[in-house]
């Protein structure tokens, strides 16, 4: 399963690689670093806007759609209430952070089918059945904004022509999701039902919990981008968001390895959740990550200026880069088996104190640059990469050490 669902994320990453290095050659170093920014907010706002019920509710999904053959109604009605409530946080955060309006439309619009797209794709692996999952994240929406990109830049080449493609792209993409995953488990149209006394505030507060334990990525994704536009200008901006494509490979193999193996590491018993059982699923993550992670890092490591020779001409001055991207990339994928484990099981403890720690070494990180005169804008980057991941990775472990 883990197999299945690298190989199809791969797809689809690889697709995106290749649209992006085609737009670093077509576009202006200006719009191609508004487009970094406009992704980057947009993966970051699905993130927080979905509030991890996916995870949450994964289990009580998977007991309904398997053994009673009927949707959870209670999720239904906290997934729209939780989405309506970031949905309008997003809005306003976005009319501070951008000034157009039709960029800030398009990105609501986006958000929503990506928000969609996500609970499908999770929940869709109930029946340890990758292929919905698999077609509608990592398939379909990239083949539609890959083709949809091409003709629109066709006609007019500028950042408009991009954003309603990925809108286009998103909304098409969503609807099918939504036709697929209930052709899929039969559902009936009126299972999805909405009443505000189903609404759990306990479950809420848990989403948020988790959203910020793991929103630590996201929000530095889009932090790189946003600030270092501020800090270091447009050059800087596109080439940390080539520099992020190769490290998201590394988070790719893992990540997907991971998610694939869900069901598999996630106890329907709580009582089962031991060390045994962490070492078992650890061991299964990094067997199958391992060799694909060590072929990467060879490719980087001898190829490195062949490859931004060929697909990003315009940035070959910062092919050594990739060697330090690379050893950031190990660092995520040894680390991230064990939190996520922890995080499927909800045996996360000190998860608000994790959170402090993080944020509050997140936002020093963020301020560095300015608060220190000519900081190096590439340590810089590499800091915001990996100092987070060591975070979780210390708490993950200590989490670890108290269970029997």
């Known amino acids: 399963m883990g197999l299945i669902n690298l190989f199809g994320k791969s797809f689809g990453r690889i697709l995106y690689l290749i649209l992006t290095a085609y737009l670093s050659f077509k576009l202006s170093v200006e719009d191609f670093a508004k487009f970094a ?3 980057t907010s947009l993966r970051m706002f ?3 806007g979905s509030n991890n019920l996916y995870i949450i509710y994964f289990n009580k999904v998977r007991t309904y759609l398997l053994d009673r053959k009927e949707w959870p109604r209670h999720v239904s009605s906290n997934i729209l209430i939780n989405s309506l409530f970031f949905i309008f946080i997003i809005a306003a955060a976005s009319f501070l952070l951008f000034d157009d309006v039709m960029f800030i439309l398009i990105l609501l619009g986006c958000l929503l089918c990506f928000i969609i797209i996500r609970y499908i794709a999770e929940f869709a692996k109930a029946d340890n059945n990758l292929f919905l999952s698999i077609f509608i994240d990592d398939v379909l929406f990239y083949v539609l904004f890959f083709i949809l990109c091409l003709i629109g830049l066709s ?5 408009n022509a991009l954003i309603i493609s990925l809108f286009v792209a998103s ?3 969503a609807l099918s999701g939504i036709i697929l995953f209930i052709k899929k488990f039969n559902i009936r149209i009126n ?3 909405v009443k505000a006394s189903d609404f759990s505030f306990s479950e809420f507060k848990l989403g948020i919990n988790y959203t910020f334990l793991r929103g630590n990525e996201t929000l530095s994704n889009f932090a790189v981008r946003y600030l270092g536009q501020i800090y270091f200008g447009d050059i800087f901006v596109a080439y940390a968001h080539i520099m992020y494509q190769f490290y998201n490979v590394f988070s790719l193999l893992t990540m997907s390895v991971i998610s694939g ?5 996630t106890v329907k018993d709580s009582t089962k959740f031991n060390r045994g059982f962490i070492n078992q699923s650890y061991v299964k993550i990094l067997k199958t990550t391992l060799p694909f992670i060590i072929v990467f890092i060879l490719v980087l490591a001898i190829f490195n200026n062949q490859i931004l020779t060929w697909f990003f001409p315009k940035y070959v001055a910062y092919s050594h880069l990739l060697y330090k991207v690379g050893f950031a990339g190990i660092v995520f994928a040894l680390i991230q088996p064990l939190v996520f484990v922890m995080i499927y099981n909800n045996s996360f403890k000190n998860i608000v104190k994790l959170n402090y720690t993080q944020y509050l070494l997140m936002f020093v990180v963020f301020i560095t640059p300015f608060a220190i005169t000519n900081f190096n804008d590439e340590y810089w980057l590499l800091l915001a990469m990996t100092v987070l991941i060591f975070v979780q990775g210390a708490f993950a472990f200590a989490n670890y050490k108290t269970l029997s």
């Open 46 to 48: 699905t993130f927080y």
């Open 37 to 39: 920014i406009f992704w």
């Open 261 to 265: 193996f869900q069901s598999k590491i």
């Open 155 to 159: 006609f007019q080449n500028d950042l």
């Open 171 to 173: 909304f098409i993409t």
């Open 191 to 193: 299972s999805f039902t």
